[in-house]
Protein backbone atom coordinates (compact mmCIF):
# COMPACT_ATOMS: atom_id res chain seq x y z
CA UNK A 1 0.00 0.00 0.00
CA UNK A 2 1.16 3.32 -0.95
CA UNK A 3 2.17 5.77 2.17
CA UNK A 4 -0.20 9.29 1.41
CA UNK A 5 1.60 12.74 0.74
CA UNK A 6 0.54 15.41 3.10
CA UNK A 7 1.25 18.57 4.04
CA UNK A 8 0.49 21.47 6.26
CA UNK A 9 -2.80 23.43 5.36
CA UNK A 10 -4.01 20.23 3.39
CA UNK A 11 -7.62 19.49 3.74
CA UNK A 12 -8.10 15.41 4.37
CA UNK A 13 -11.18 13.15 4.41
CA UNK A 14 -10.90 11.05 7.60
CA UNK A 15 -12.45 7.76 7.20
CA UNK A 16 -15.09 8.63 10.27
CA UNK A 17 -17.11 11.92 10.39
CA UNK A 18 -16.60 14.14 13.38
CA UNK A 19 -19.58 14.38 15.61
CA UNK A 20 -21.01 17.85 13.27
CA UNK A 21 -21.12 15.67 10.67
CA UNK A 22 -18.42 16.19 8.12
CA UNK A 23 -15.12 14.26 7.61
CA UNK A 24 -13.14 16.69 5.94
CA UNK A 25 -10.10 18.01 8.28
CA UNK A 26 -6.84 20.55 8.05
CA UNK A 27 -3.83 20.14 9.15
CA UNK A 28 -2.71 22.91 11.10
CA UNK A 29 0.48 21.50 12.96
CA UNK A 30 2.32 18.53 11.86
CA UNK A 31 5.19 17.26 14.30
CA UNK A 32 4.91 13.89 16.59
CA UNK A 33 1.56 14.83 16.91
CA UNK A 34 -0.78 15.96 13.74
CA UNK A 35 -3.45 18.81 15.09
CA UNK A 36 -6.27 18.80 12.30
CA UNK A 37 -9.09 21.18 12.60
CA UNK A 38 -12.61 20.48 11.09
CA UNK A 39 -13.92 22.65 8.27
CA UNK A 40 -17.56 22.50 9.64
CA UNK A 41 -17.26 23.76 13.25
CA UNK A 42 -13.42 24.73 13.28
CA UNK A 43 -13.21 22.35 16.00
CA UNK A 44 -9.33 21.43 16.24
CA UNK A 45 -8.01 18.15 17.58
CA UNK A 46 -4.53 17.00 18.40
CA UNK A 47 -4.05 13.37 16.97
CA UNK A 48 -0.68 10.90 17.07
CA UNK A 49 0.88 11.01 13.63
CA UNK A 50 0.64 7.13 13.21
CA UNK A 51 -3.04 6.79 14.66
CA UNK A 52 -3.93 10.22 11.84
CA UNK A 53 -2.06 8.01 9.15
CA UNK A 54 -4.31 5.46 9.74
CA UNK A 55 -7.48 6.93 10.10
CA UNK A 56 -6.28 9.20 6.69
CA UNK A 57 -8.62 7.86 3.64
CA UNK A 58 -7.35 11.29 1.03
CA UNK A 59 -6.00 14.20 0.78
CA UNK A 60 -8.87 16.67 -0.93
CA UNK A 61 -6.97 19.71 -1.52
CA UNK A 62 -3.62 19.94 -1.46
CA UNK A 63 -1.61 23.28 -0.51
CA UNK A 64 1.21 22.60 -2.35
CA UNK A 65 1.36 25.71 -4.95
CA UNK A 66 0.59 27.99 -2.01
CA UNK A 67 4.07 26.85 0.07
CA UNK A 68 6.26 26.81 -3.18
CA UNK A 69 7.76 30.30 -3.12
CA UNK A 70 10.24 31.75 -5.45
CA UNK A 71 13.54 31.94 -3.97
CA UNK A 72 15.51 34.15 -6.04
CA UNK A 73 18.27 36.37 -4.54
CA UNK A 74 17.77 39.95 -3.02
CA UNK A 75 17.88 42.72 -5.44
CA UNK A 76 20.44 45.63 -3.50
Not at 16 to 41: A, F, L, S, W, Y
Amino acid sequence: MERKQYQLGDVVQMKKPHPCGTNEMEIIRMGMDIRIKCVGCKHSVLVPRAKFESKLKKVLRSNAGADSEETGTAES
